[in-house]
């Protein structure tokens, strides 16, 4: 069977192709690189499970400072398309982080409010900087300012899935960001 009938079915139109992730993540990891030029010890790359797993694999290997990676797991979005307004912690960071460059990698910035609760949750363990990386934003829904220090695309307000970003855990494989088909 060509294994590619056995992936879900693409739910809507592509919004951002695989090929354009794969340019768009080459010019983010030279800024980054660029960023952190000298540094005297290694960044550690903060993947924001569940929906960055590719982005930060990703780009990791498309940077070549230093680095370590860790991850941590929240949720924000219940079952659906809307954010329940509550971030859970669902799984914390085992790296210590005082003193230590963090950058935090996330797939899509959307209301904000995952980014300002780990920014606060992060914050508490005194790193030297602490920078953030989204390869998606979408400022039309912001409900918390967030400082975005490396941004990949700029979307508007559809419900986005693929390349990590699900729906109902649906869809996280597509290799492709693509808007959900209403209803
Ligand atoms: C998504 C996404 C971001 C967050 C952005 O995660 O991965 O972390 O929502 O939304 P916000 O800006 O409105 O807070 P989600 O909570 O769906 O968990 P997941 O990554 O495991 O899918």
């Given at each position: 069977?060509?294994?590619?009938?056995?992936?879900?079915?693409?739910?809507?139109?592509?919004?951002?192709?695989a090929?354009?992730?794969?340019?768009?993540?080459?010019?983010?990891?030279?800024?980054?690189?660029?960023?952190?030029?000298?540094?005297?010890?290694?960044?550690?790359?903060?993947?924001?499970?569940?929906?960055?797993?590719?982005?930060?694999?990703?780009?990791?290997?498309?940077?070549?400072?230093?680095?370590?990676?860790?991850?941590?797991?929240?949720?924000?979005?219940?079952?659906?398309?809307?954010?329940?307004?509550?971030?859970?912690?669902?799984?914390?960071?085992?790296?210590?982080?005082?003193?230590?460059?963090?950058?935090?990698?996330?797939?899509?910035?959307?209301?904000?409010?995952?980014?300002?609760?780990?920014?606060?949750?992060?914050?508490?363990?005194?790193?030297?900087?602490?920078?953030?990386?989204?390869?998606?934003?979408?400022?039309?829904?912001?409900?918390?300012?967030?400082?975005?220090?490396?941004?990949?695309?700029?979307?508007?307000?559809?419900?986005?899935?693929?390349y990590?970003?699900?729906?109902?855990?649906?869809?996280?494989?597509l290799p492709g960001?693509?808007?959900?088909?209403?209803?």
């Amino acid at each position: 069977m060509d294994p590619t009938e056995a992936r879900d079915p693409s739910p809507g139109r592509l919004l951002v192709s695989a090929g354009q992730i794969a340019v768009r993540i080459g010019e983010l990891a030279a800024e980054i690189d660029a960023a952190y030029a000298g540094i005297d010890a290694p960044v550690v790359l903060l993947c924001v499970l569940k929906g960055s797993l590719f982005f930060t694999a990703d780009l990791a290997r498309a940077l070549t400072i230093p680095l370590e990676i860790d991850a941590i797991a929240v949720r924000s979005y219940g079952a659906g398309t809307e954010p329940s307004g509550t971030v859970q912690l669902l799984k914390d960071v085992t790296t210590p982080l005082g003193g230590r460059h963090v950058l935090m990698v996330e797939d899509v910035i959307d209301t904000g409010l995952t980014t300002s609760f780990l920014h606060e949750h992060v914050a508490r363990h005194r790193p030297a900087s602490l920078r953030l990386v989204a390869l998606l934003d979408k400022p039309g829904r912001r409900r918390r300012e967030v400082r975005i220090d490396f941004r990949g695309f700029v979307l508007g307000g559809d419900f986005v899935v693929g390349y990590g970003l699900d729906l109902d855990e649906r869809f996280r494989n597509l290799p492709g960001v693509h808007a959900l088909d209403p209803g």
